[in-house]
């Protein structure tokens, strides 16, 4: 089985600033990776796949990188709206998901 | 416009079976690989159960293989999911999501519906 570990578990930033957060495959899964935001509540909705292609309606401050075992997912200049958990999945074999990484306000 | 409607959450005891249902709108449904993910209380996600869009391919996660089976209806364009067996460990928000493709990534995902096993 393929494992998904994200850092850091938790992430303090204030608007404006730009975050990184980090997925790193147990195996190489190529791009075969996928971000989600989820909200209090609600659905993740998509937001990268094929760990660097931006989904349509997603904002351009959301952006992708990494092959292999290591991706990253960049947030250039953090909105009010982005405060969220966000969660990397591999769908290389089968499907596995990162535990999550919760953004919250500094 | 891509709908996904889950239904069937409900309290169960230990041991016990549920059906969980989820109506698929808007797009061909026979043509997508379907899949359950669910999400413990304040925990993240777990992918569950696969399918594909003709219904002759599953797949499961090995927490739930051989308790649970997924297939659907494409003539009632839902997806199902049936829970034997289940165990305190089976709480969860259980999520319906559409694949973009055979195999890829999620693009639609359901509102959830609440499983709670519990005496």
């Known amino acids: 089985d393929i494992q998904m570990t994200q850092s850091p578990s938790t992430l303090s930033a204030s608007v404006g600033d730009r975050v990184t957060i980090t997925c790193r495959a147990s195996?190489?899964?190529?791009?075969?990776l996928a971000w989600y935001q989820q909200k209090p509540g609600k659905a993740p909705n998509i937001l990268i796949y094929?760990?660097?292609s931006l989904e349509s309606g997603v904002p351009s401050r959301f952006s992708g990188s990494g092959s292999g075992t290591d991706f990253t997912l960049t947030i250039s200049s953090l909105q009010p709206d982005d405060f969220a958990t966000y969660y990397c999945?591999?769908?290389?074999?089968?499907?596995?998901f990162g535990q999550g990484t919760k953004l919250e306000t500094k | 416009e891509v709908q996904l409607l889950e239904s069937g959450g409900d309290l169960v005891q230990p041991g016990g079976s549920l059906r969980l249902s989820c109506a698929a709108f808007?797009?061909?449904?026979?043509?997508?690989?379907m899949s359950w993910v669910r999400q413990a209380p304040g925990k993240g996600l777990e992918w569950v159960s696969s399918?594909?869009?003709?219904?002759?391919?599953?797949y499961y996660a090995d927490s739930v293989k051989g308790r649970f089976t997924i297939f659907s209806d494409t003539s009632k364009n839902t997806l199902y999911l049936q829970m034997n067996s289940l165990r305190a460990e089976d709480t969860a928000v259980y999520y319906c999501?559409?694949?973009?493709?055979?195999?890829?990534?999620?693009?639609?995902w359901g509102q959830g519906t609440l499983v709670t096993v519990s005496s």
């Open positions: 999501a559409k694949h973009r493709d055979s195999n890829g990534y999620l693009d639609y």
């Open positions: 808007g797009f061909t449904f026979s043509s997508y690989a």
């Open positions: 399918i594909s869009g003709s219904g002759g391919s599953t």
């Open positions: 195996q190489n899964i190529s791009t075969r």
């Open positions: 094929k760990a660097s």
């Open positions: 999945q591999q769908y290389n074999s089968y499907y596995t």
